[in-house]
T-cell receptor, first 112, second 116 residues
């Protein structure tokens, strides 16, 4: 079946540190890949996406590259801010499909 | 646009009581999803509808849970009778559900349910 695995959290960093949150997937076929972010007390919102191999999604200083050879979609940011503290979810879906398959989420805390 | 609207935002009830959670999707969206989020199990898809028809309810935990979508602008998730292990945050999400391409899911703010 299709599944997504994220690095275990929680992750705690200092402001301006470099961030990597690992995400790998198992899927039959070639899914689209997403990162969603959940700020405290809110629902999830789409952060970035990539729909085919070697695509790079980017938004708000975050980036992730769709790596088919390693079935990965790691999230990176060069310099994190306190406002980036949130839970991050990696997810996959297939073209035209309604359903998203989510990873377990990684809680990120940025200290000033 | 007001986004996905959920009510109530918080619900505290006693074991055995009936609980009804409500969701209004974004206008024009034709797919609606109910999720449950807990610390232990993470984010779980309970059920989703397309054009008001339930498509996949394999995530509904047991017969105590039921969901309806009587029209394109309203859905309910009911738990009867409720149990303490149902305590969680319940999210509703909607999407345009276009055939082909990527359909971003828009999430509501959630309903935090506590069953005592």
């Amino acid at each position: 079946g299709n599944s997504v695995t994220q690095m275990e959290g929680p992750v705690t960093l200092s402001e301006e540190a470099f961030l990597t949150i690992n995400c790998t997937y198992t899927a039959t076929g070639y899914p689209s890949l997403f990162w969603y972010v959940q700020y405290p007390g809110e629902g999830l919102q789409l952060l970035l996406k990539a729909t085919k191999a070697d695509d790079k999604g980017s938004n708000k200083g975050f980036e992730a590259t769709y790596r088919k050879e390693t079935t990965s979609f790691h999230l990176e940011k060069g310099s994190v801010q306190v406002s980036d503290s949130a839970v991050y979810f990696c997810a996959l879906s297939f073209q035209g499909a309604q359903k998203l398959v989510f990873g377990q989420g990684t809680r990120l805390t940025i200290n000033p | 646009d007001a986004g996905v609207i959920q009510s109530p935002r918080h619900e505290v009830t006693e074991m055995g009581q009936e609980v009804t959670l409500r969701c209004k999707p974004i206008s024009g969206h034709n797919s609606l999803f109910w999720y449950r989020q807990t610390m232990m199990r993470g984010l779980e898809l309970l059920i989703y509808f397309n054009n008001n028809v339930p498509i996949d309810d394999s995530g509904m935990p047991e017969d105590r849970f039921s969901a309806k979508m009587p029209n394109a602008s309203f859905s309910t998730l009911k738990i009867q009778p409720s149990e303490p292990r149902d305590s969680a945050v319940y999210f509703c999400a909607s999407t345009q559900g276009l055939a082909g391409g990527f359909n971003e899911q828009f999430f509501g703010p959630g309903t935090r349910l506590t069953v005592l």
